[in-house]
């Protein structure tokens, strides 16, 4: 069909969209209904970590759909277990349930912690979570995200997830009581602008939850499946969490995630936890062959390569311009304006001609990178130089 604008009406308005459409897209690129290329650093926000429509993906999606799409959730299928196994075997973690958004996944590992609460700590369920954290849009992710305005949106909030600040020790420790059952927290917060938790404090965190016996929950729903050069964050702190979710880039582009535990955290019993979709063959089937393509020999010392050239690049461009600097962890990093104009930047950058480059601000003085993990050196340079080029452009202007 032919792109209208007038023609999206049909969509409820959730979010302020560019009169484009797109139709196609190929590794680090996307094309528009005109015909226009853009190179794309958001890929779906972190999702595409093989770029768009990677052979992978279209080659387990035409075998899988030919063999089987869906036995219902009460029956085993093979893929499901075979990716179990894999994300079993490369996490240290004993067992997973698979869910089909990274909101799902972290719905389910607050049920399983007041579950494991209600079995081992006398029905404690508070998760201390932190502020300016993301873990999704069902209400209980709403309630435990830390994002301002949030605990008032859609009120009354989910009881049970108070706040503590990422990096101060103190603060979390502040708010353990007879009544708390977690810590929960993303290695690196995301949407708060790429503020990474310090190897020491997520060591301390570890430490912490020992102590008074409650569990460590990493929400890898960004940063799991390659994204910050290993395969998960959690291994850059030398500690395993209890319980992890995942999605994003698990799917590399369809709806998949899950929920990874301990086995003596597994506590869920027949009728605690389903879903209709969940562990499809069809998904898990591609989720196989994400995972075969991230720990393909050498995949991970690329991810480690382009991260230190995009974090060079990125510094230099912040020395010559007076910013701040750049931060991150693998190639999901972010660019520190000395100015608010991120918005602009980003504006312009799609819309440069002939070809249009792709880039995400979360907050109004910060740039988001998070290209495909199988960026070339050629287009990370090709960004680069092009990021450039529209700062001084919107900044000329302005
Ligand atoms: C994107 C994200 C989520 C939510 O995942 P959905 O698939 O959008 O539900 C949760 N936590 C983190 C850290 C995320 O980045």
């Known amino acids: 069909m032919a792109f209208t604008p007038s023609a999206t009406e049909a969509l409820m308005y959730i979010t302020q969209r560019p009169d484009i459409a797109f139709v196609r897209g190929e590794g680090s690129w996307l094309e528009d209904h005109r015909g226009k290329r853009y190179l794309d650093i958001v890929q779906g926000w972190a ?230 979709y969940n562990g499809n063959p069809l998904m898990t089937a591609v989720g196989v062959a994400v995972f075969d393509a991230l720990n393909a020999p050498g995949f991970l010392d690329q991810v480690q390569a382009r991260s230190r050239q995009l974090s060079n690049g990125l510094s230099a461009i912040a020395d010559r311009h007076g910013m701040p600097g750049e931060r991150g962890l693998g190639l999901l990093r972010a660019l520190v304006l000395d100015r608010p104009d991120g918005a602009d930047i980003v504006l312009a950058a799609r819309d440069r001609e002939p070809e249009g480059l792709l880039l995400n601000c979360p907050r109004p003085n910060l740039l988001r990178f998070m290209p495909a993990l199988n960026i070339t050196e050629a287009e990370m340079d090709l960004m680069l130089a092009q990021l450039e080029e529209i700062i001084i452009q919107v900044r000329a202007t302005a």
């Open 47 to 276: 999702v595409n970590c093989l770029g768009h429509c990677p052979p992978e993906i279209s080659h387990a999606l035409d075998v899988q759909s030919k063999l089987l799409l869906n036995p219902s959730p009460a029956f085993y299928n093979l893929p499901s277990i075979e990716l179990a196994q894999r994300l079993t075997r490369s996490s240290g973690l004993d067992r997973v349930f698979f869910t089909n958004s990274g909101a799902e996944a972290n719905e389910g590992a607050i049920k399983l912690a007041r579950k494991w609460g209600q079995l081992n700590r006398s029905g404690a369920f508070e998760i201390i979570t932190f502020r300016d954290s993301f873990h999704g849009r069902t209400l209980a992710t709403m309630s435990a995200s830390g994002k301002p305005g949030w605990d008032t949106l859609f009120a009354p909030q989910v009881d049970g997830f108070p706040k503590a600040i990422i990096n101060d020790i103190d603060s979390v420790r502040a708010l353990i009581g007879p009544n708390t059952v977690g810590i929960m927290l993303e290695p690196v917060q995301g949407e708060a602008g790429v503020v990474p938790a310090t190897h020491e404090f997520m060591a301390a965190l570890r430490m912490l939850a020992d102590e008074h016996g409650i569990l460590l929950i990493c929400d890898e729903v960004q940063t799991g499946m390659g994204r910050t050069g290993t395969m998960f964050a959690f291994q850059q702190s030398g500690i395993v969490p209890d319980i992890m979710t995942l999605a994003k880039g698990i799917g590399g582009g369809v709806p998949l995630g899950a929920l990874l535990a301990r086995e003596s955290v597994s506590v869920f019993v027949p009728g605690d936890q389903g879903g209709t």
